[in-house]
């Protein structure tokens, strides 16, 4: 295509939200002419379908739950006068405790008042909070984010460790919609073991966000925690953010939670129009359902151009990959459906893997972020007229034409800066073009069973371990292979996973289980 005929491609591709200052250029994406003609009955199944979603519809049939993510920024949306004002009340609690615990009203156990916020989750209970605190913090902060965001040891010690002694002053938030999650259980352990081991009492120091009557929220209660703040059935872990689970640690961050809502808020008032020339979520869901064939048969690489949004392709891959990735479709059909995400951030994807980008297997579509505000302040000259922030956008332009010209498709979004509103404001974009797109390829969205597999199976694990140390410590003095102690508590047929566990309790003193090496590790003996 000549520059000519691309540049009039270009006017033409173009999603304009100007009272929001956002735009979304789909030219670079080699659709046919007859292909947004060919999808309109499937999109105009996508707009019906998301407004009953908003309207309560039972959206999630195989949980049989409503999905009301965007009430939390129109609480006027909600089915009921007992949700709206739930909603408002939340909203209202979490800026009231916030205050309190920046104006030293709410105080630690032995220090004038907190400094730090500890935040312990996993999964959407830690994404979006991570994305948000790295997206918008700064030196002006109230307090200084730290996450617990998963159940690993050393990870926790160095959390811990940049912490140092300023644990007396760290407010911890411990987020679990059911209570029963354990990896943010281990995480609220380790940190409670933490605050003793430094002569504190962890109940002066700690706050919950979780389900009303959950094994937390009890547990909260009985041991006289701070407070508790509701996470609902309706909000899936991934669109938590805009709830208490991402407002909360934002509102003690010191971040303007309101301006985000009015981002999402403004966003929703684009992606609900019924006309695709218009909506950007719409046409969003559209380009990957071309791109991929409407069968995920292309990845979807995020390169924003900013280093303020690095963790949101972490964030977005939870989104999608979570709500897209299923088995069966809603008519229980096998579909292996989903759209898998990685990403950078410009130009250091140019220093990574736009080498494969542009010259190697084209299994994918790119979603550049275009940032036009350099800085809050003038910026210096690099070179006469040039300065750092025009290489960036000179890295962007140079990317995408290289991707071009090897006939690698992209979509690029552009926002003025990387304010509170356009925080809010992106991650509204992404949930509803996930929510147009789960109805085009006929999925559930908003539930999770291969999670849920995941967590059986890891229980299972946990429950052999049992076993073996008790089938170890009932035989002192002896040593086994993993053969032999598989055989042992009668689980020959689960010999690998009877090993794995002996190696990992074998590596850790806690377990005292002494190893024994053999001439391969088949042959390695392990006893109490």
């Known amino acids: 295509m000549s520059a000519r005929s691309l540049w009039e491609k270009y006017k033409q591709c173009q ?33 019906k379908s998301m407004d009953d979603l908003v309207k309560g519809a039972i959206s999630n049939p195989d949980e049989k739950r409503m999905v009301g993510h965007y009430w939390l ?28 615990v920046h104006a030293g009203k709410i105080k630690p156990q032995k220090a004038g008042r907190f400094k730090n916020v500890l935040v312990v989750g996993i999964g959407g209970s830690a994404l979006g909070p991570q994305f948000v605190a790295k997206a918008l913090g700064g030196a002006k ?28 002053e760290t407010i911890t938030v411990v987020i679990s919609k ?38 937390l929220d009890n547990y909260a209660k009985n041991n006289g925690w701070l407070d508790r703040f509701p996470m609902w059935d309706w909000v899936g872990g991934r669109t938590s953010e805009l709830s208490a689970v991402g407002l909360l640690p934002a509102a003690l961050q010191g971040l303007n939670v309101d301006a985000m809502l009015k981002g999402a808020k403004a966003m929703d008032a684009y992606t609900i129009v019924h006309d695709s ?55 229980g059909k096998v579909v292996n459906q989903g759209i898998a995400v990685y990403g950078n951030k410009g130009s250091t994807d140019q220093h990574a893997y736009v080498q494969q980008l542009r010259d190697g297997v084209p299994n994918f579509f790119v979603t550049f972020i275009q940032v036009l505000k350099d800085r809050a302040t003038r910026s210096m000259q690099v070179e006469s007229d040039v300065s750092s922030g025009d290489y960036l956008n000179g890295f962007l332009q140079g990317t995408r034409r290289a991707l071009y010209e090897k006939g690698r498709e992209s979509m690029t979004i ?10 809010g404001k992106l991650i509204a974009l992404f949930e509803r073009t996930v929510g147009f797109y789960g109805v085009l390829v006929n999925i559930n969205a908003y539930h999770q069973p291969g999670v849920e597999a995941g967590k059986k199976a890891a229980a299972a694990v946990l429950d052999m371990q049992h076993k073996v140390m008790a089938h170890l410590r009932a035989n002192k003095g002896k040593a086994f292979t993993s053969e032999e102690v598989a055989s042992g508590i009668g689980a020959s047929d689960e010999a690998e996973a009877v090993h794995w566990i002996l190696r990992h309790v074998g590596a850790n003193p806690d377990k005292k289980v002494k190893v024994k090496p053999g001439a391969t590790e088949f042959e390695t003996k392990y006893s109490a």
């Open 141 to 168: 902060d109230k307090l200084n984010p730290f996450f617990f965001d998963n159940t690993d040891p050393d990870g926790m010690d160095a959390v811990l460790a940049r912490i140092g002694s300023g644990l007396k």
């Open 178 to 215: 059911s209570g029963g999650t354990k990896e943010t259980r281990n995480g609220m352990l380790e940190a409670k073991a933490a605050y003793e081991a430094a002569k504190l009492k962890f109940e002066k120091h700690v706050v919950a966000v979780t389900g009303a009557g959950s094994e």
């Open 15 to 47: 999603v304009e939200c100007p009272k929001i200052g956002v735009s979304l250029d789909y030219s670079r994406m080699n659709f046919s002419e007859s292909f947004l003609a060919e999808m309109q009955p499937k999109l105009e199944k996508a707009f």
């Open 277 to 331: 020339k218009k909506n950007p979520a719409a046409v969003m869901a559209l380009m990957w359902y071309h791109a991929t064939g409407g069968k995920g048969a292309k990845d979807l690489v995020l390169l924003p151009y900013k280093d303020r949004l690095e963790l949101f392709s972490k964030y977005l891959q939870q989104l999608l990959m979570e709500s897209l990735g299923k088995e069966h479709d809603l008519d």
């Open 414 to 423: 552009t926002v003025n800066d990387v304010s509170a509103e356009t925080v």
């Open 73 to 100: 920024r129109d609480s006027s949306l909600a089915p009921d006068a007992a949700t709206k004002k739930e909603i408002d009340g939340t909203l209202a609690k979490i800026k009231k405790f916030s205050k309190a």
